[in-house]
């Protein structure tokens, strides 16, 4: 059972439009949720992350959207650039206990092209 | 560099052999966990451990084991390959506080013929 979805495996955007990443997770426990980007032989590096009690959080050309009701966030880039051309995994983790893991998606490849 | 290391980075080995990969994490981080991705598949997760004890269990397999040692690296030992155990295996770390990200490191490609 997937609880963290991401549903499109691939996206491309020119360079300096928007890049709009989703995920979507079926988990009503969830309430603290991350983005992760990978680039080819490399580990995936922490990007930015939400808690539940926000709905928007931003970070430079880095936005991540939150909406509980529909259990749905988004990553946005603007404007992207060819140097965002990697994996991106959303991750989902409940908070609390000692136990403290994340569900990861299976991930969006965006390529921006220049 | 996320300060997380991991070796080694690749391993080839035949089926029925037993592996060991090997991380030490970030300075100053108590937990560690341990991620497999198998082709087309995201990060599934195996196994945590912090500061030395196991706190969480994952989709990890009976063949499988890993433990974390009083100078905080950490071993996950994987036993009777398979062919379906071919996957690059990531170490992450994190100071262990709920909330706190978690740091990867590069991981090791794990092939088996």
């Known amino acids: 059972d997937q609880q963290v979805k991401q549903n499109s495996p691939s996206l491309s955007v020119q360079e300096g439009r928007i890049s709009i990443l989703n995920c979507d997770y079926t988990?009503?426990?969830?309430?603290?949720f991350l983005w992760y980007k990978k680039y080819p032989a490399e580990g995936p590096t922490f990007l930015i992350s939400i808690s539940s009690i926000k709905d928007k959080n931003e970070d430079g050309r880095f936005t991540v959207f939150l909406n509980k009701s529909a259990k749905h966030l988004s990553l946005h880039i603007v404007p992207s650039q060819p140097g965002d051309s990697a994996v991106y995994f959303c991750?989902?983790?409940?908070?609390?206990?000692?136990?403290?893991?994340?569900?990861f998606g299976k991930g969006t490849l965006l390529t921006v092209n220049p | 560099d996320s300060g997380v290391t991991q070796t080694p980075k690749h391993l080839i080995t035949a089926t029925g052999q037993r592996v060991t990969l090997r991380c030490s994490p970030r300075s100053g981080d108590l937990s560690v966990y341990w991620y497999q991705q198998s082709l087309d598949q995201g990060l599934q997760f195996l196994i945590q451990y912090y500061n030395g004890e196991e706190r969480a269990k994952g989709n990890i397999l009976e063949r499988f084991s890993a433990q974390q040692f009083p100078d905080l690296h950490s071993e996950l030992n994987l036993s009777s390959l398979e062919l379906g155990d071919s996957a690059l295996y990531f170490c992450a770390s994190s100071v262990g506080r709920v909330n706190s990200p978690l740091h990867f490191g590069n991981g090791t490609r794990l092939t088996v013929t």
């Open positions: 988990n009503s426990m969830f309430d603290y």
């Open positions: 991750a989902a983790g409940v908070s609390g206990g000692s136990n403290y893991k994340l569900t």
